[in-house]
């Protein structure tokens, strides 16, 4: 089978969305189940390493520009399936171009811009609520990354349960405690201090780094030694909490670092005291599992901790207001036998997340979404 997977619009901004993704594609590396993988990417050079010597193959498209990626996205992506003749289309982030008819799975990792739309911009709001409904609807399949995901595609667009089919995030090879040098954990310490709270993800409305920021004001004036670290670009309506790092009393204690490099990555969770997540609405919740597998205790909140994807592994939080928050992070911080079950029972929990299981199951619904159109149109075709 002939799968191509369009990355041109999640190569837009780095984020969990990409991640997952780039973490699939290396769990297609690692099994031969006689398949052929074409990434159809903007950004070939950053996927060289991965396909060498494996059965993926590149799909270069250039793009003029990022800005109006999705009218360009529109427009050259039905010429290159053209040319790449798929037996299936995988969008693994956002919608799917409006020209292909062929089999088509779409993945969606939650859909947050319905209870919380203002954490983007009109524009992209009327994106998300036509384009991507009706990549669903026209979907053979559709891939949620957890049951949550999946009850709130039922529920709030009304989709067949039976079309619907979970597959968990896998995490990427790097984030693994045990490939992780101690000398790049001590050189980021260096930089953000002993001690740090670490925060990753973009500052939008529904990731409440607000709250966060609260917290640590309060945490900050008891724990001198204590840093935090926000990673992760500036999403729409992050102009607030920009101002609020920049007036507080510890400004020289928050570090914002925007987006680090997967080969760092690893080491900034490891030499962290803990991960808070204090998140108001999330599809997985993929850095959760990230610290977990980096050998560090998680504070999230209940809404960004689900028992489906962190089980007991994580020390949850009213994150509604600071003071629980507060509260929270003060137990973690000073309760060592607790922060040892966190660690122990985190490695645990992430244990399963693997690209290679990911992978396998990906596999299974791309046969089941040919399976359909074929049985649908009673024809084994490429269409555009």
Not at 37 to 61: D, F, R, W
Not at 93 to 117: C, K, N, R
Not at 268 to 285: D, I, K, M, R
Not at 289 to 318: F, K, L, N, T
């Amino acid at each position: 089978m002939r799968i191509a997977i369009d990355l041109l619009i999640a190569e837009k901004e780095p984020g969990g969305m990409l991640f997952a993704t780039r973490a699939l594609l290396d769990g297609f590396a690692q099994i031969d189940e006689g398949h052929e993988y074409i990434i159809i990417t903007s950004c070939p050079k950053e996927y060289q390493a991965l396909i060498a010597g494996t059965h993926l193959q590149l799909y270069p498209v250039k793009l003029r520009f990022w800005r109006g990626i999705l009218m360009q996205h529109q427009l050259l992506l039905p010429e290159a399936l053209h040319r790449i003749k798929p037996d299936v289309l995988h969008v693994p982030a956002f919608a799917a171009p409006i020209g292909w008819h062929g089999p088509l799975v779409v993945t969606v990792h939650d859909l947050a811009f319905l209870t919380m739309p203002q954490q983007t911009s009109i524009y992209a709001r009327l994106y998300w609520r036509y384009m991507l409904r009706e990549s669903v609807r026209r979907a053979q399949q559709v891939i949620a990354v957890s049951e949550q995901t999946r009850s709130e595609l039922v529920s709030s667009w009304a989709i067949d349960a039976e079309r619907v089919q979970v597959v968990h995030n896998a995490l990427r090879p790097s984030l693994r405690y045990g490939q992780i040098e101690q000398k790049e954990i001590q050189q980021l310490q260096q930089a953000y201090g002993v001690r740090y709270l670490l925060h990753v993800g973009r500052m939008m409305p529904r990731k409440n780094v607000e709250t966060l920021i609260q917290a640590f004001d309060i945490l900050a004036a008891h724990y001198p030694d204590l840093h935090l670290v926000l990673t992760g670009g500036a999403g729409h309506g992050s102009a607030e909490v920009v101002q609020q790092i920049e007036t507080s009393h510890y400004y020289n204690r928050i570090h914002q670092v925007g987006w680090v490099s997967e080969h760092d990555m690893g080491a900034l969770y490891a030499g962290a005291t803990a991960l808070v997540f204090p998140s108001l609405h999330e599809g997985f919740g993929l850095p959760t599992i990230e610290a977990m597998a980096c050998g560090i205790p998680v504070i999230a909140s209940y809404q960004a901790a689900s028992q489906e994807i962190a089980g007991e592994a994580v020390y949850r939080a009213d994150c509604s207001h600071a003071t629980p928050l507060v509260a929270a992070i003060e137990e973690v911080l000073s309760n060592a036998t607790l922060r040892t079950h966190l660690v122990q029972a985190g490695k645990e929990q992430a244990r399963p997340f693997t690209s290679r299981a990911c992978a396998q199951a990906t596999n299974r619904v791309y046969e089941q979404a040919v399976a359909i159109k074929q049985t649908a149109t009673g024809i084994s075709t490429h269409l555009i």
